[in-house]
């Protein structure tokens, strides 16, 4: 009864250093998610997948990559990266309502990422 | 940014008391989502109100939608310490990346016993 699997939980670059933040739904869903929060913000859409062997930019893309390398696991790559990407960052999952729209929404505990 | 906004930004009240938290948002939705964030975790559904609807309860939640203002509302009744933590409204549109869900900032709620 896992939901949304996110790794790791804390990670501390320097600028300039690459990284993947992994994540991992059991529940079925086709659309994946990447989220960043930042104090004040609220959430911003970064990359979305609405089914496997899709990706898409999101809000703010810029500096990051995306993988769905299945149905279960959505990656979110920083190739360089840097202080302004220090943040939380949340992997998301859901299922589609009848109307194409989006249903509930179901989270990771978040992975918090500093870039010194 | 099409983000949404909620009001108030924080809100503290004593534990067995109300809590109303609005939502105002920008764009035409299919349905509005309330999520809830304890500190340090990621956030939990609450509830989904569709665009043809008007109230919904779930516990001791209500919603209200008023797509004429482009508004909503939680309720949380007799509120507990446990209910401590931000929420956030989404709005959710119709198909494809206007399905995607555009998150408000939050409101901080601090429940006192």
């Keep these: 009864n896992a939901g949304v699997t996110q790794t790791p939980k804390f990670q501390v670059l320097k600028t300039g250093q690459s990284m993947t933040l992994q994540c991992a739904q059991d529940m079925n869903h086709n659309s994946m998610y990447w989220y960043r929060q930042d104090p004040g913000m609220g959430l911003r859409l970064i990359y979305y997948s609405a089914s496997e062997g899709t990706t898409d930019k999101g809000e703010v893309p810029n500096g990051y990559n995306v993988s769905r390398l299945n149905k279960r696991e959505f990656s979110l790559r920083l190739e360089s990266a840097a202080p302004s990407q220090t943040s939380v960052y949340f992997c998301a999952s859901s299922a589609l309502t009848g109307a194409g729209s989006q249903g509930a929404q179901h989270f990771g505990d978040g992975t918090r990422l500093s870039i010194l | ?113």
Aim: aromatic share 6%.
């Design chain 2, 1 to 113: 940014s099409q983000q949404g906004e909620e009001d108030p930004q924080a809100l503290s009240i004593q534990e067995g008391e109300n809590a109303t938290m609005n939502c105002s948002y920008k764009t035409s939705i299919n349905n509005l989502q309330w999520y809830r964030q304890n500190s340090g975790r990621g956030l939990v559904h609450l509830i989904l109100i569709r665009s043809n609807e008007r109230e919904k309860h779930s516990g001791r939640l209500r919603v209200t939608l008023d797509t004429s203002k482009k508004s909503s509302s939680l309720l949380i009744t007799a509120s507990r310490a446990a209910d401590t933590a931000s929420y956030f409204c989404a709005e959710g549109g119709y198909g494809g990346s206007q399905g995607n869900l555009i998150f408000g900032k939050g409101t901080k709620l601090s429940v006192k016993p």
